[in-house]
């Protein structure tokens, strides 16, 4: 075997394919939806084929699982903001409305939630990803309700609830109207509620 055949396996195939097909997922969902991007043009773009995708993947609904789990652990992703919540380095009133201080990059604006836009794609056809993507919502919603309670809320449980709320309803407006504005609106709205918990500062 010629070592320009044998770098062409590898490219094909290899360690690296599962990592390949992931990251081919993560742009082509988000630029062109999940339903949108077939089998063939994953493989294509990640440079793979088929019957590489499937050693590693079973079925587009596996490959869709792993994505949300992608989409969750990247910290410089668009879910990557809810780690705020977990910074030592601010008090807990100071991490509610950190939350709400910065407009995302326009891309995020305009592609949405990842995750939101898996429930919607997904609804009713890959349980296991919806249900992964329905995990993660009601932790996010947990843990501003813990954070709530940290900073002192008389209600933690329904200023979490709303906070949740503000925070989603803001990033699914925002792609709806492909525009950061309410991202602004929801500052005030959300400081708003965090003092009428906890006090001014």
């Known amino acids: 075997m010629g070592t320009s055949e044998a770098t062409a396996r590898a490219t094909k195939g290899g ?13 082509l ?7 949108a991007t ?21 079925s587009k609904e596996a490959l869709v699982s792993a994505y949300v ?17 977990e910074r030592s380095d601010l008090s807990a009133r100071e991490r509610l409305l950190e939350l709400f201080a910065d407009s995302p990059p326009i891309e995020e604006i305009v592609r ?23 995990r993660h919502k009601r932790q996010f919603t947990a843990r501003l309700v813990k954070t709530a309670a940290e900073a002192g809320a008389r209600d933690p449980e329904t200023l979490g ?16 109207i492909n525009d950061s504005q309410p991202y602004q609106d929801v500052r005030a709205l959300a400081e708003a509620l965090i003092n009428q918990e906890t006090g001014p500062t």
């Not at 789990?69 to 919540?85: H, T, W, Y």
């Not at 919607?120 to 349980?127: C, D, K, R, S």
């Not at 609830?161 to 709806?176: H, I, K």
């Open 161 to 176: 609830r709303q906070l949740a709320v503000l925070f989603e309803g803001a990033r699914a407006l925002s792609t709806s």
């Open 38 to 58: 077939g089998i063939a043009k994953l493989t294509e773009v990640a440079h793979v084929s088929t019957r590489t995708f499937y050693q590693h993947f079973p």
């Open 15 to 27: 360690r690296g394919a599962r990592e390949r097909i992931l990251r081919t997922a993560v742009q």
């Open 112 to 134: 949405g939630c990842p995750l939101h836009n898996t429930a919607v794609e997904t609804a009713g056809t890959m349980p296991e990803a919806a249900a992964l993507v329905e």
């Open 69 to 85: 789990q992608r989409i969750e652990s990247d910290s410089d992703g668009p879910v990557g903001v809810e780690a705020i919540l």
């Open 29 to 35: 969902f988000a630029r062109e939806g999940i339903h």
